[in-house]
C-alpha cells in the first residue's frame, strides 16, 4: 500500500467489549485505563443510565450503566465486568461493560455506517459497523455517548 | 380447536370471523379495520389452515420466471372502478397482471409478498447483531452474501408494538428471512410455505391506502393479506 492510500485510508485501533451477545468497539486513543469492579458509590436522583461514581486516585468518575445505555436488560456485575475509563472531548467517565475482549486495528474504509432507522438522536454514538471474525462489530463515537445536556448533569455530581 | 369450545364461544368466533372477512373485502378507511382485525385475529385459525391448502409448493429456488403478460389485458387496469379510486400510477407494477407471490407465516398469521419485491429466503442461523438505540421492530444486522441486512421484525411492522412487541425473541425467535430485492432489508418471519400464482382479480386491492400502506391488497379467496414490500420497508436512508 503507497503512502497516499495509507493516509487516505488510515488504520485505527479499538479497544473491544462485550455486552450481551454484541461486540463493541471503542477507539483506544480515548481508553484511559480498564479497571476490576470496585465500590461503585450511588448517586441520590441520578438518571438511570448513570451507576454511581468511583473514587480514581482522587478524582471522582461517574459510571456509566453501558447496559442501560444500550437498552439492554440489567445483568449483575461478575468477575469479567470491567470499568472502562475514557475521556471524551471535555469529560472523563467510566463505563460499566460485561468484559474487555481485545484491541483491533481496522481501516477507515472497513467501517460501514449503520442503518438508522430510529430517530436521529437515540443511536448517534454509534460510529458504525464491521465484520471481524465472522461477526459484526459494532463501532461507537464516545464523543456522542453522551448528550451535552447530559454531561453538564453528570458535572453535578 | 374449535371442536373442544362451547357453542356459545364458536358463536362468538364465528362473528368474529364473519367481522374480519366483512372487513377484509371492504375497503379499509381508518383504524377501525385495524382494530377488528386484532379483535378477530385468534379466531382465524381454521380459515388460515384452509387458505394454505390450495397453494402450490414449489421451493423458492425453482420457481419459474413470471410470464409476460400483455397489461392492457390485465382486469385490474380496465376496471373503471379502481381508475377513479386512485390513479393506477400509484399502484405497483407487479400489482397490474398475475403475479407470483411467496406466503409466508408470521406468529399465526399467513401473509403473501410479490416474488419481484424479493431476493431470496434464508434459514436464521445466527442471531442478528442488536444495533442500540434502534426501534424495537428493528431486530438488527446480519450479514449476508457480502451484504449487510437489516432484519426487520414484521409481526411487529404488522401488528404493530402494542401487539408483535410483545414476542420475546430470545425465547422465540424467528426462523426465517425474506430478503428484499435490494438486499438491504429483511422480513423475519416463522415459516416460509409455498409460492402461487395470483391473479389481480382474484385479489381485493386497497386502491385507498392512507392507513397502513403497507396492505395493499387482500387474496379474497384465501383472505391472505398481501404485502407492499416497499411500504413495508423503512425508508430512511443510512447516515
Redesign the interface.
Known amino acids: 500500500m503507497s503512502e497516499e492510500d495509507k493516509q487516505n485510508d488510515p488504520v485505527m485501533q479499538w479497544v473491544t467489549f462485550c455486552l450481551g451477545d454484541e461486540k463493541y468497539g471503542i477507539n483506544v486513543m480515548q481508553v484511559q485505563e480498564v479497571l476490576r469492579i470496585s465500590e461503585i458509590a450511588p448517586v441520590p436522583g441520578a438518571p438511570s443510565y448513570v451507576l454511581g461514581i468511583i473514587n480514581l486516585r482522587g478524582n471522582v468518575v461517574t459510571v456509566i450503566d453501558t447496559r442501560n445505555r444500550f437498552g439492554l436488560p440489567c445483568q449483575e456485575a461478575d468477575d469479567a465486568s470491567r470499568v472502562v475509563i475514557i475521556e471524551t472531548e471535555d469529560h472523563i467517565i467510566g463505563i460499566l461493560v460485561d468484559s474487555v475482549a481485545e484491541v483491533v486495528e481496522l481501516r477507515a474504509s472497513d467501517i460501514e455506517t449503520a442503518p438508522n432507522v430510529g430517530n436521529e438522536e437515540s443511536s448517534k454514538y454509534i460510529q458504525g459497523v464491521t465484520s471481524r471474525d465472522d461477526e459484526l462489530l459494532i463501532l461507537v463515537d464516545l464523543n456522542k455517548f453522551l448528550s451535552d445536556d447530559e454531561k453538564a448533569e453528570l458535572d453535578m455530581f | 380447536m374449535a371442536h373442544d369450545k362451547s357453542p356459545h364461544q364458536l358463536v362468538h368466533q364465528e362473528l368474529a370471523l364473519d367481522s374480519y372477512l366483512k372487513t377484509l373485502l371492504d375497503e379499509i378507511p381508518s383504524d377501525d379495520a385495524a382494530s377488528a382485525l386484532d379483535n378477530a385475529e385468534a379466531q382465524l385459525e381454521p380459515a388460515r389452515q384452509q387458505a394454505t391448502e390450495p397453494l402450490a409448493p414449489p421451493p423458492l429456488e425453482q420457481a419459474p420466471k413470471m410470464p409476460d403478460i400483455d397489461v392492457e389485458s390485465s382486469a385490474i387496469v380496465n376496471a373503471p372502478a379502481v381508475i377513479k379510486r386512485q390513479p393506477l400510477s400509484l399502484m405497483p407494477e407487479w400489482s397490474r397482471h398475475e403475479f407470483q407471490a411467496l406466503f409466508f407465516k408470521v406468529d399465526q398469521l399467513i401473509l403473501a409478498a410479490p416474488l419481484t419485491e424479493l431476493l431470496r429466503t434464508i434459514t436464521i442461523t445466527r442471531?442478528p447483531?442488536?444495533?442500540?438505540?434502534?426501534?424495537s421492530w428493528?431486530i438488527g444486522?446480519l450479514?449476508d452474501q457480502d451484504k449487510?441486512v437489516?432484519v426487520l421484525d414484521t409481526g411487529q411492522l404488522v401488528y404493530g408494538k402494542s401487539r408483535g412487541g410483545q414476542r420475546d425473541l430470545k425465547q422465540d425467535p424467528f426462523k426465517s428471512i425474506l430478503i428484499t430485492q435490494d438486499g438491504?432489508w429483511g422480513l423475519a418471519c416463522d415459516e416460509v410455505l409455498s409460492i402461487s400464482k395470483l391473479e389481480p382479480e382474484k385479489v381485493r386491492w386497497r386502491t385507498l391506502r392512507k392507513k397502513r400502506p403497507w396492505l395493499i391488497g387482500t387474496v379474497i379467496e384465501e383472505l391472505t393479506a398481501v404485502i407492499d414490500v416497499q411500504q413495508l420497508v423503512?425508508h430512511?436512508k443510512?447516515?
Open positions: 442471531q447483531t442488536k444495533i442500540p438505540g434502534q426501534p428493528f444486522l450479514d449487510r437489516g438491504r423503512p430512511r443510512p447516515r
